[in-house]
């Protein structure tokens, strides 16, 4: 088993750790981006096609 005992640079733990760091940054990021994105696109607003003078007047 001495394959498992080295794992590159780091050891086998540490490379899991930085792995499991990466996914939950990579989803955190995509949890906040989802949330702003719903926030601004609503989705009844999304398939109400406005006038001009209705989107101009449309609070954001």
């Known amino acids: 088993m001495e394959a498992f005992e080295s794992f590159g640079f780091f050891g086998y733990a540490m490379s ?3 792995l499991i760091a990466f ?3 990579i989803l955190g ?3 906040v981006l989802f949330y702003f994105l719903s926030k601004a696109f609503h ?5 109400t096609v ?3 003078q209705e989107a ?5």
């Not at 989705?43 to 398939?47: L, N, P, T």
């Open 43 to 47: 989705s009844q607003d999304a398939i």
């Open 29 to 31: 990021f995509a949890g």
């Open 16 to 18: 899991t750790l930085i």
């Open 56 to 60: 101009l007047d449309r609070p954001i």
């Open 23 to 25: 996914m939950v940054a």
């Open 50 to 52: 406005d006038t001009k």
